[in-house]
């Protein structure tokens, strides 16, 4: 009997069974990578999103079969370290998904993958390191000592040697530190604005301020607030909050994600309890608590209550627009704008919110590119896959320097940096919130 491809009918993202024995059998596991692997071989529509599917194809087309039961299974893993979870395969081109009976959802395969990979072996000090935000980070970020990070970071004699010894590419731009965080220049901002509900939106957020936001863009936090308190809502900080367990996700460190889940949910749940709104100004996090917790933890009430009171920053802004709640008086034109949608935005299906509130401004023209960066975090500054990560970038990239814009953007600070280095037009990356910001004239 023939079997249909695609259909109508919303797709089902089904929960993480990783508490089974059988997520971790490494027979079960193979088997089922093979049985995934040979479908997407005969299909093949996702070759262009990133390296994953190439290192499959090429895989089979090696094989002395040319089929998949040609491959070695112990190659089966170099397909699994080329993806980094973007979910745009599940998203955007995948005509098997749930509820088509070949139930394919190549992203938590993978994630399955990892997992097993990590507790079968572990990771190596470069990868727990680039995966440990929170004690990194802070450490990188005590007075002065982010002063000597920052200067080395960008000596090329001691790139070369960080490449050697951990493998951090030597080209690849990496994050500045600040010891003025995000938590240090906001708070003392912070005011009572009367809290005014509009649709679903209390009025009253947090904002989650995310391990990249606080030590290495706390520029964000200044610019959230004004943003936010000059369109009457009232804004405050999360009290307190570790890594959302992205990066861990990402590694295959499940045990970890959960216990950052432990630290985080009990604080954000109680700010829901509260009347607050939560946001974020990175999508990776976002897309965090939105997606991948309440699929890992299904049955976590508290995990299912942050999940319905979590935005994107753009998405609440134009809810509340819809109901005619957003200020629209804008004295600065941005002019021509290029803006990259992160994936883990596109993601979200909010559509683009981020475009829609910049398209406000008037003088203003956005051109969203809906080409991924390749950043994903630690993918574009590992050694071995920092040159992939440039392929696949390059494709924004010239679209972005065809287009020479005046502004280049992205919500994800990560993506644009990335973009922005390899770019020959873009002097700098410019967060859509600073961009908004600047067309208040705040």
Known sequence: MAVREGGLEAPTRHP??????????????????ARVYDICHGCRRCVSLCEAFPTLFDLVDESDTLEVDGVDKADYIKVVDQCYLCDLCYMTKCPYIPPHEWNVDFPHLMLRA????????????RDKLLTSTDAVFSAASIPLVDVTVNACNENQTFRKALEATLGVHHSAPLPEFHSKTLRKRVQPMIKDIAVKAVGTTTGKVALYATCYGNYNSPHLGEDFVQ?????????????????????????????TVEKLKNENIPVLAALVDQGYDLIAPIPS????????????????????????AFYDPFEYLWLRHKKGELNTEFPKPLGDIAY????????????????????????TEVTAQERCSGHDG???VKKETHEKSVKIARRVVRKVDQQEPDHFTSDCPMAATHIANLSEKV???????TLLRMAYGL
């Open 227 to 255: 943003v936010y308190q000059h369109n009457n809502i009232h804004i405050d900080l999360v009290p307190r909050e570790k890594c959302c367990g992205m990066p861990k996700l990402e590694l295959g460190d499940l045990d």
């Open 285 to 308: 996090c976002v897309l965090m608590y939105k997606q991948e917790l309440p699929l890992l933890f299904p049955d976590d009430a508290a995990v299912q209550k942050v999940r319905g």
């Open 340 to 363: 990259q949608v992160a994936c883990h935005l596109r993601v979200q299906n909010i559509g683009y919110k981020t475009r829609d509130i910049l398209n406000l401004v008037p003088g």
């Open 427 to 433: 002097e700098k990356a410019e967060h859509p919130m």
């Open 378 to 380: 630690t993918y574009a």
């Open 16 to 33: 993480v069974e990783w508490k089974t024995e059988k997520f971790w059998d490494r027979d079960d596991l193979d088997s089922e990578l």
């Open 114 to 125: 990892k997992a097993v990979k990590y507790k079968e072996e572990g990771a190596s000090l």
